[in-house]
């Protein structure tokens, strides 16, 4: 038999009825209103993303600048020209993939400054192709530098005039010779930071014919200069960059540049003898301490 509820008691459950309704309902508005909230932490990850952003590296075109190319010298050139585009996309790959490493000046001594000195090398191999058979283009080296484009634009449109000469040796000796560097000359703190060492390449030689001579000497003196620059970065750097500073900015470089180097004093034999071979295996120097 069921009883009526007194009139007190139907108030007290309507009252607590209308508690927990205005109870839900305030869960499910804070729940919205959470749910809309931008998470700070992705904004702040975004941010911290976009300002780590390497930029991009342009370099002037050369292709532009060169004159008529005789039938005789297309091939190298065309060669040389792919080898630039090359150059630059992989120092692109290597200002993102080293992105936050070594100081201030880690992207000019690590990645501009060898991309410069490849580009001379390759240049330079351009104008002696087509110097061979026509006038040789001067200048040129005008266009090896290369400029980091913070906002990834490119603004280096090559459109500039070559001025100087286009040849990247050095001053002709014919009584140069290309030896180790021991260390006994530039600076005499050295001792501190080592010193880099390159395996001799004036005793490798074969008999030099007359018509070569010049060509090999002055590159022989490159190789001994490019030692000594080397061995002064290796003074100037001291405690920049992280453990593998010294082999991706200074001997790897090196490297680079000797096997350049080598490559034109084998042309330059080869041209009215036989082309020495296995020269390269003398382009990798190591760091003495």
């Known amino acids: ?18 508690a927990a309704a205005v109870a839900l309902s305030g869960a499910v508005i804070a729940g919205s209103a959470l749910a809309g909230t931008p998470d700070k932490s992705s904004d702040t990850s975004n941010a911290r993303t976009l300002a780590a952003s390497p930029g991009t590296i342009t370099c002037p075109d050369v292709a532009s600048q060169l004159p008529a190319i005789p039938a005789s010298a297309k091939a190298e050139v065309d ?3 792919t080898l630039l585009q090359t150059q630059i996309q992989e120092a692109n790959k ?3 993939d080293t992105v936050g490493q070594g100081g201030p000046n880690f992207v000019n001594n690590a990645i501009l400054g060898p991309l410069k000195d ?30 980091l484009n913070a906002s990834g634009t490119a603004t280096n449109t090559g459109s500039g005039t070559a001025t100087g000469t286009a040849s990247a ?16 000359t530039g600076n005499t703190s050295n ?13 490798q030689l074969p008999a030099i014919p007359a018509s070569a001579q010049a060509e090999v000497d002055r590159n022989l003196t490159l190789l001994q ?32 540049k000797r096997k350049s180097t080598i490559d034109r004093i084998a042309i330059a034999i080869g041209r009215t003898s036989t082309k020495p071979t296995g020269l390269d295996s003398l382009a990798a120097c190591t760091l003495t301490k």
């Open 1 to 18: 038999m069921s009883r009526a509820l007194p009139k007190y008691n139907k108030r007290r459950v309507a009252l607590i009825g209308g």
């Open 79 to 81: 060669r040389n020209l």
């Open 94 to 96: 290597r200002l993102v």
């Open 118 to 147: 490849k580009r001379v090398a390759t240049i330079n191999r351009i104008a002696t192709a087509i110097g061979r058979t026509a006038a040789k283009p001067t200048g040129l080296d005008s266009l090896a530098p290369c400029t």
């Open 169 to 184: 040796a050095a001053t002709p000796s014919t009584a140069a010779t290309q030896q180790q560097s021991t260390g006994s």
């Open 191 to 203: 001792s501190a930071v080592g010193t880099i060492t390159c395996p001799d390449v004036a005793s």
């Open 225 to 256: 200069t490019q030692i000594t620059e080397a061995n002064n970065r290796l003074q100037s750097t001291v405690g920049q960059g992280g453990p593998n500073f010294v082999q991706n900015a200074i001997l790897g470089p090196l490297a680079d």
